[in-house]
């Protein structure tokens, strides 16, 4: 039981964005071409939009595809893991454009 409350608790202090800046450098990701899917939940206490919105930033300071989604819900963080119709049609949306733009190639 301890072991369980000191993940959670490090889960709870952990900063998605603390140590990036908007000068962080991507060049050592070699595609450049990869497109991005940032999707936020409103009730995400553990990764807030705000953060998340940081990092989208940051990605499009470093010129990279990214998509942005906030997603209304009041099931929290564990809302991937439920039944959220806007989530599977957020993802399943930007799967089938990527998909469509390599079979253009």
Do not use: C
């Not at 991937?80 to 733009?101: A, R, V, Y």
């Amino acid at each position: 039981a301890n072991s369980y409350l000191y993940l959670t608790r490090a889960m709870d202090y952990f900063d998605l964005t603390e140590s990036f800046s908007k000068s962080v450098e991507f060049s050592s990701i070699p595609n450049k071409h990869i497109n991005y899917l940032i999707i936020s939940f409103t009730s995400d206490w553990l990764f807030p939009t705000k953060e998340n919105k940081q990092i989208v930033d940051i990605l499009n300071y470093n010129t990279r595809k990214v998509s942005f989604t906030e997603i209304e819900t009041d099931k929290g963080h564990d809302s991937f893991l439920l039944d959220e119709p806007e989530l599977d049609l957020t993802i399943s949306g930007f799967l089938d454009s990527n998909f469509m733009k390599l079979q253009d190639k």
